[in-house]
């Protein structure tokens, strides 16, 4: 297992970019297990299992060191988790001194709907003052970071541009360039990891839910993005965090890793972060993707589709207290029964649920929503304009491959793990 770190001045200077996301200090690899042996003792013919991947917040002493005598803020959430216990009350046992929580969309304890606002408040079982980067605020203050001499990224993403917790960690890392905060990310596997797909981003159409240049599906882990997001110049000015990055162990791009805990309400299960995707983008349309629901982000309806025969009655629900279409009968598809295997192995966004619900709408003008929120997903209106101009999903594909190809290129550099 590695250590990757980035300790640079906060100025991004010539040259220091290629030469910060190249500085590497190795540590030991883990041995391979050996053959196994039967019951009787006798030495089994048989291919070892792999060992199981370990998150970078579970590799203590890889950077219990760095946080001595510190005064630590964590950015965390219900997914910081270190053998079953939160990362805040790990590190608090062992006498580090946690002085502030901050923590993204959903909240701390994760529950909170898509977009709800959350205030700063104290947290009732260790007394820590948790400061929210979902509600006032998205970007960390100076006043925030006055008591804290360092900072530890510790958040489970799905590895979709438009989900929200990359926003935050690019906020952070500004925040922590600017007022010269040194930042740990602590790294974890990406369920969608094993591919790359979709638009680019066009940056005329940035926003909290695209922030980036990248593909819909990026195919990087957190610290590997965070990488990116400073080898780049992303965060602008000039600014270049002082980034370490604690790697997982025994990880790989085309490993599959299955979440041990939903990353936000209305993913529930390994099969809604897989369909996230391709269908997040009827988020953009006047359609329900089973908000309010048992079944988030596995079922596709409208009132007047005729997409399929399924029917579902999004009712509050937590995660989901004003879902879209509240109370009014969807009919369309029920995609809960698909089997895992099939979409990770298909290993591209499916452009036929939203180009097929398009059509299947008796009147399509009520398609996409007037915000045009689906351009903000979408990265710009090329994908908004194609549907409408009946574009074939092979024809829409192919105007993504030279955009991908040169992604591909310029991610290269910043991967920590086997493709």
Not at 115 to 131: F, P
Not at 211 to 225: A, L, N, Q, S
Not at 397 to 414: D, H, I, K, V
Request: glycine share 10%.
């Amino acid at each position: 297992m590695v250590l990757f770190t980035i300790n640079c001045s906060r100025q991004l200077q010539p040259g220091a970019a290629e030469r910060a996301r190249r500085k590497v200090v190795p540590r030991e690899q883990a041995d391979p297990p050996a053959g196994r042996k039967t019951q009787a003792g006798a030495e089994a013919i048989a291919i070892p299992l792999p060992p199981p991947i370990e998150m970078g917040s579970g590799q203590l002493p890889l950077y219990l060191p760095l946080l001595a005598g510190k005064s630590v803020g964590l950015i965390v959430n219900h997914t910081s988790l270190v053998e079953g216990v939160h990362l805040v009350d790990t590190l608090l046992s062992l006498g580090v001194q946690v002085n502030k929580i901050f923590s993204p969309e959903h909240g701390f304890r994760g529950k909170a709907d898509a977009g709800e606002l959350v205030n700063d408040s104290i947290d009732v079982r260790t007394g820590v003052r948790l400061v929210s980067l979902y509600g006032k605020k998205r970007i960390p203050a100076e006043e925030d970071l006055a008591d804290i001499d360092l900072l530890i990224f510790d958040i489970q993403d799905v590895g979709v541009r438009y989900y929200t917790y990359i926003g935050t960690l690019h906020y952070v890392m500004q925040s922590a360039a600017r007022y010269g905060k040194p930042l740990i990310v602590l790294d974890r596997p990406n369920p969608n990891g094993h591919y790359v797909d979709g638009p680019i981003l066009d940056t005329l159409y940035k926003s909290f839910v695209g922030m980036h240049p990248v593909p819909i599906v990026h195919g990087m882990t957190i610290g590997e993005f965070a990488r990116m997001i400073n080898g780049e110049g992303w965060l602008g000015d000039g600014l270049l965090c002082d980034l370490t990055i604690v790697p997982c162990a025994h990880y790989s791009h085309q490993r599959p890793y299955l979440l041990p805990i939903p990353p936000s309400p209305n993913l529930p299960n390994p099969l809604a972060i897989a369909l996230y995707p391709s269908i997040c983008l009827f988020e953009g349309t006047t359609f329900s993707l089973g908000r309010g629901t048992n079944k988030q982000f596995q079922l596709i309806g409208h009132p007047l589709c005729t997409l399929g025969d399924y029917r579902f009655t999004p009712q509050p629900t937590e995660g989901a207290m004003n879902p879209p279409l509240n109370g009014i009968e969807c009919q369309g598809l029920n995609l809960s029964s698909l089997p895992l295997d099939s979409l990770r192995e298909a290993a591209s966004i499916d452009l036929s649920y939203i180009i097929n619900a398009y059509h299947n709408l008796p009147d399509t003008s009520l398609f996409f929503l007037e915000n045009l929120f689906f351009d903000r997903l979408a990265g710009g209106p090329t994908l908004r304009q194609q549907i409408l101009e009946g574009w074939s999903a092979d024809s829409i594909r192919a105007s993504w491959q030279e955009g991908l190809a040169a992604f591909r290129q310029r991610r290269a550099p910043y991967l920590l793990y086997e493709e």
